[in-house]
């Protein structure tokens, strides 16, 4: 059966931290860094990068246009 | 198959458009303000008329609106985007005009620039959004600021004695005759934001079909005036702006 796979990069330096991508991401892959990038914001990072669906939902939400997003079927 | 090998531009799905410039937005995390500035720079894009836009900002929060997406801007003095969209697309009908407006902007010291811009019926389409408060001042009382809701100005509520009722500007403007498509949604989901580049991707197509001036009212978020992360935001909203203004198309001719 065809697998989808996805990752996502984050505009570490344009992410303000404000958490509606963890939320939005419906397979918990997202969380916040414990390091601040240079404006203090704590930026999203892939935490289970495995678990990602390449869906976008994270993009959608995210304010600041941070997130870009891959997908390949596997 | 390692991330790195995914992360291909021949994988990519989504990327930021390149009508939002890099320069960093001002707003605060988490505000609606960024959420719709993204989808008009995105629908700008589909549409292929980035050259050929012109957007009027507001007074309030988005009055920098014009340093984020490169198309040709306006600025209005408080309230006025209405009636200057009405110069600029009356001089240049062939371009796409929108208005972006706060609650503020848009339901009290420009009362009068919309109502008569929507019962003109200008070929305007008009960007609202609706987060319940002055943003960009302090936090005050807007006149959509719902019963009870707390505000720099009204620090143990909204009273109708005091206060009167919140204004359903929205709905109102569905009942003039210029308006041809007045429509609310909200950006807190994806399902949302889905919907409200629907909406106003029709209200820019609107525009350029001369049917009349479109409303896209977007109820929104002020995690910084409700004194809320932006997720409890988002959660507040749902359980107390979506009552009062309920979502969903309300005029579509
Ligand atoms: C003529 C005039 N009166 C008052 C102000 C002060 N002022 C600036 S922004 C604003 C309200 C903005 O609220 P809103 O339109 O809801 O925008 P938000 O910041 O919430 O997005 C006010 C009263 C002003 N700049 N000009
Ligand atoms: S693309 Fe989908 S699965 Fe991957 S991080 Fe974003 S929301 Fe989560
Ligand atoms: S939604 Fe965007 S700005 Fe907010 S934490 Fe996620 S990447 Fe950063
Ligand atoms: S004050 Fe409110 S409306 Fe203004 S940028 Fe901050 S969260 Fe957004
Ligand atoms: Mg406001």
Redesign the interface.
């Given at each position: 059966m065809a697998k989808v796979k996805g990752a996502v990069v984050v505009n570490t330096e344009r992410c303000k931290g404000c958490n509606l991508c963890v939320v939005a991401c419906p397979s918990d892959v997202l969380i916040l860094n414990k390091e601040a990038n240079s404006k203090g914001y704590n930026f999203s990072m892939m935490e289970n990068p495995d678990d990602c669906v390449g869906c976008a939902a994270c993009a959608y939400v995210c304010p600041d246009a941070c997130i870009t997003v891959y997908k390949v079927r596997v | 198959?390692t991330?790195n090998e995914?992360?291909?531009p021949a994988?990519?799905?989504?990327?930021?458009?390149k009508v939002?410039n890099?320069t960093?937005?001002h707003?605060?995390?988490?505000?609606?303000?960024?959420?719709v500035h993204?989808i008009i720079g995105e629908i700008i894009d589909d549409m292929g008329v980035q050259e050929n836009t012109i957007g009027i900002a507001p007074v309030g929060c988005a009055v920098f609106a014009y340093k984020y997406l490169d198309i040709d801007w306006q600025q209005a003095a408080h309230g006025r985007a209405p009636a200057l969209a009405t110069a600029v697309k009356r001089l240049l009908p062939d371009r796409l005009v929108f208005t972006y407006q706060g609650d503020g902007d848009l339901a009290a010291i420009g009362t009068a620039e919309t109502i008569h811009a929507c019962n003109r019926g200008e070929n305007i389409a008009i960007i609202f959004i609706n987060n319940g408060i002055y943003g960009m001042t302090g936090g005050q009382m807007a006149p959509t600021t719902l019963h009870g809701m707390k505000s720099s100005t009204s620090p143990n509520g909204r009273t109708v004695p005091l206060n009167g009722h919140p204004l359903d500007i929205t709905k109102l403007l569905a009942m003039l005759d210029g308006t041809c498509y007045v429509t609310r949604q909200a950006?807190?989901?994806?399902a949302g934001?889905?919907k409200t580049k629907k909406a106003i991707r029709k209200a820019f197509e609107n525009s350029m079909l001369g049917k009349g001036t479109s409303i896209v009212e977007v109820v929104s978020t002020c995690s910084s005036g409700w004194k809320l992360?932006?997720?409890a935001s988002?959660d507040w909203m749902v359980e107390n702006m979506f009552p009062a203004y309920p979502l969903g198309d309300l005029k579509d001719l």
């Open positions: - | 198959m991330t995914i992360i291909n994988n990519l799905v989504y990327a930021k458009t939002m890099d960093p937005m707003y605060c995390p988490g505000c609606s303000h960024g959420v993204k950006v807190h989901n994806v934001v889905r992360t932006p997720e988002n």
